[in-house]
């Protein structure tokens, strides 16, 4: 039975959303930044064909899929943290000072570490799938031959520093 609550059709239009999401962000960014000037046409431009190139890119895609219900969340939540303060007596955020950019950033680094995990699980690097070789024990990783090289290089380059001071002080 289909309800007007049931939202899962939506799903199918989802890289639309994400380009026309990366299409309005990118427009307001520049509008804001006045990076290019206050050419409207050229920030409407630069944002399409920004949203195309997204759209090109399943990772790119998914990330913001993944990423956009997260971003959501925290704009509701300083909006409502804006409405808290100003009924406590703020007369703006600007009298925050920097608990302000500090907030920003840990957001922005909240942001950034979800969509880089997101990244992270769609790639496959090299190694990966190599199941013969158990690195969850300390030995394994410890006798590996690489390890075992670098220990060996920096037992001799001990050895090279000590003697070599040694020498020059007697």
């Not at 609550?5 to 804001?32: K, M």
């Not at 399943?58 to 100003?86: D, H, M, N, Q, R």
């Not at 992270?120 to 690489?146: A, C, M, W």
């Amino acid at each position: 039975m289909a309800t007007f609550l049931d939202i899962a059709g939506l799903q199918n239009f989802s890289t639309i959303f994400v380009f026309i999401f990366v299409w309005l962000v990118v427009y307001a960014i520049l509008q804001y930044s006045k990076l290019l000037g206050d050419n409207k046409g050229v920030h409407i431009v630069l944002g399409l064909i920004i949203g195309l190139l997204v759209l090109f890119s399943p990772i790119a895609t998914g990330t913001i899929e993944y990423i956009a219900p997260w971003f959501a969340v925290v704009f509701i939540f300083v909006i409502f943290a804006s409405i808290a303060l100003k009924t406590f007596g703020a007369t703006g955020m600007e009298s925050l000072g920097s608990l302000r950019i500090v907030t920003f950033v840990v957001i922005i680094l909240i942001l950034l570490v979800g969509a880089l995990s997101y990244v992270r699980q769609q790639i496959t690097v090299p190694g990966d799938n190599e199941t013969s070789v158990d690195y969850s024990k300390t030995t394994t990783i410890l006798f590996h031959p690489k390890i075992l090289g670098v220990l060996f290089v920096l037992i001799i380059a001990v050895f090279t520093v000590v003697l070599m001071a040694g020498k020059q002080y007697l």
